[in-house]
């Protein structure tokens, strides 16, 4: 079954490899980088040694449990960007290797594109052209995808990442990285109409989340000096108040986004994506608006190796190879 694919991550702090046949995602192992716990947030020097150490083992395993040979290979891909320089380079030079050793061609990948080509693993896939909101730890963006490889993004944040905005706000109550999943956790049994946070009024359909965070750091801080065990006490509320204003504002401009370009396809991509409300919401406002919306499974949300190698599988038929001369880029456009 042609072609057969290994797709690398390394742009953050998972490791993972995946193998792709003729379209149909075999394997995908995740190595989570727990390193990163105590100190907030990513520790990139701390993330690329990680990589380095588990990359040939995340790899081996993801060959044995697919049970293909590296004889079977007709194409590496690797995350280019946008990532971390340190983490990145793990990842292609890794892929790189294997490439001139195999003599097999090499697939460069788009992790935001590669988010959003997430949907294509499952069965349930959207049709073009569709709106997607990427939503993860750096990226906050409106994307109108036209085809597999060719997409625009019509808006974006002009400061902070929604995901970033999740973990700051944790960092500040003191919960440990990454602070998304767990202001969810507390955010289901929380009065999300017990606190409220400012919003920021961007132009067109830009985002914008310092001014809340902020916002946040103020009130926590304010509170504490009230009361000193203010967060503990109020945990659930704290959260759910947040969360809902953070997935309000993504929603607001999702469907002033679907007004604007009269798609109703309608999809959500990336870490945030595994949001319990917001998932829950693009379903409401979906059977409100008349919308058809697509949710990632949950182990397609967040960084992983089976979207590199569901864009790579797209880029192979397409013919879209890179040379050994390419490099890591860690800001690199959509
Ligand atoms: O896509 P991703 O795995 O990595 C990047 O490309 O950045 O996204 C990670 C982000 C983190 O900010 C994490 O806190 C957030 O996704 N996240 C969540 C949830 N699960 C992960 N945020 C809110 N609720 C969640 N359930
Ligand atoms: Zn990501």
């Known amino acids: ?60 395993d993801a060959l044995t449990q697919s049970n293909v040979r590296l004889e079977d290979l007709d194409a590496v891909a690797f995350t280019r960007g946008p990532g971390l320089m340190g983490a990145l380079l793990v990842g292609v030079s890794f892929a790189k290797g294997l490439a001139m ?59 902070d990442a929604v995901g970033e905005a999740f973990d700051k706000a944790a960092k500040i109550m003191g919960l440990p990285y990454p602070g998304g999943p767990l202001i969810d956790r507390y955010a289901a049994s929380g009065n999300p109409r017990r606190f409220s946070f400012p919003g920021a009024d961007m132009p067109g359909l830009h985002f914008s989340f310092s001014g809340i965070k902020t916002a946040f750091l103020y009130f926590i801080r304010d509170e504490k000096q009230k009361d000193p065990a203010f967060v503990e006490k109020n945990l659930n509320d704290i959260c759910a108040s947040l969360q809902s204003k953070l997935v309000s504002m993504l929603m607001n401009r999702l469907q002033q986004a679907s007004r604007q370009t009269g798609i109703t396809e309608i999809a959500i991509a990336g870490g945030v994506s595994a949001n319990s409300q917001l998932r829950h919401a693009l379903k409401e406002t979906g059977v409100k608006l008349g919308w058809k919306t697509f949710i990632p499974a949950f182990e397609h949300c967040t960084d992983n190796a089976a979207m590199i190698a569901m864009a790579a599988h797209y880029k192979y038929l397409a013919g879209v190879f890179v040379d050994q001369t390419v490099a890591p880029v860690p800001n690199l456009a959509l």
């Open 101 to 159: 050793a195999r003599n097999i061609p090499l697939i460069e990948v788009n992790h935001m594109q590669a988010h959003i080509l997430a949907h294509f693993i499952d069965e349930q896939k959207p049709s073009f052209p569709f709106l997607c909101l990427t939503v993860s730890g750096g990226h906050t963006q409106l994307v109108i995808v036209r085809n597999y490889l060719d997409m625009e993004i019509i808006g974006e944040t002009q400061d």
């Open 1 to 60: 079954m042609r072609p057969t694919i290994l797709a690398i991550e390394s742009s953050c702090d998972e490791t993972s490899a995946s193998v792709i046949s003729n379209g149909k995602v075999l394997i995908n192992i995740v190595a989570s980088q727990s390193v990163h716990q105590k100190y907030g947030g990513v520790v990139p020097e701390l993330a690329s040694r990680a990589h380095q150490q588990k990359i040939v083992s995340v790899v081996e």
